[in-house]
């Protein structure tokens, strides 16, 4: 059963960069892409970028040029970087493990920008 | 505004049956790819429910069913039961996305 447990920092101001990584238990890494996922409050989920095990990337035209995606495959871990955030990155964002669709989920991490 | 539109709500009644749909387009659903439905609960990470339009992962009662005809998708619930509220996606790939989208939600509320 695979399991990701993500962690970052929940708090950020504006123009400050969003940090969140994605730890990966118990399956194949290299079978699945990793993606982050995001979800405003009270609002419904958005799809911002993907990457595989070689390091091949997909990104949401809605934040590309201010994100990066990266992946460590020793440690079966996944990255998300948001550059120059404002109050409308404020979300919770998932990782989410995908073959087309999204079977495994993170927990969830709240990030609030705010000044 | 979603890519795939779903109804904000539906509702009924415990052991009734309820169906969300889900309309996309010509560069989504209609371009043949797949649909795919997720169940999010207050409070939790939304589950997959419903994989390649209409397929069941370990565990999902088949009292949830999905289905696909030309640019939109369909999950039905029957049955219902007072667990079965919450939030209910609908997912696909888009080309002018050039990734994933999703519908904007609906909220299943059982009476």
């Known amino acids: 059963q695979v399991q990701l447990h993500q962690w970052g920092t929940g708090l950020l101001k504006p123009s400050e960069t969003l940090s969140l990584t994605c730890a990966v238990y118990?399956?194949?890494?290299?079978?699945?892409?990793w993606t982050w996922i995001r979800q405003s409050p009270g609002k419904g989920l958005e799809w911002i970028g993907d990457i595989n095990h070689r390091g091949s990337r997909s990104y949401n035209p809605s934040v590309r040029g201010r994100i990066t995606i990266s992946v460590d495959t020793s440690e079966n871990q996944v990255s998300l970087t948001l550059t120059s955030v404002t109050a409308a990155d404020t979300a919770v964002y998932y990782c989410?493990?995908?073959?087309?669709?999204?079977?495994?989920w993170g927990q969830g991490t709240l990030v609030s920008v705010s000044s | 505004q979603s890519v795939l539109t779903q109804p904000p709500s539906v509702s009924g009644a415990p052991g009734q049956r309820v169906t969300i749909s889900c309309t996309g387009s010509?560069?989504?659903?209609?371009?043949?790819?797949?649909v795919h439905w997720y169940q999010q609960l207050p409070g939790t990470a939304p589950k997959l429910l419903i994989y390649l339009n209409t397929n069941r992962p370990p565990g999902v009662p088949d009292r949830f069913s999905g289905s696909k005809s030309g640019t939109s998708a369909s999950l039905a619930i029957s049955g219902l039961q007072a667990e079965d509220e919450g939030d209910y996606y609908c997912q696909s790939h888009d080309t002018s996305v050039s990734g994933e989208v999703f519908g904007g939600g609906t909220k299943l509320t059982v009476l």
């Open positions: 010509t560069s989504n659903i209609g371009a043949g790819y797949d």
């Open positions: 989410a493990s995908s073959r087309f669709f999204f079977e495994y």
């Open positions: 118990g399956g194949p890494f290299n079978a699945y892409h």
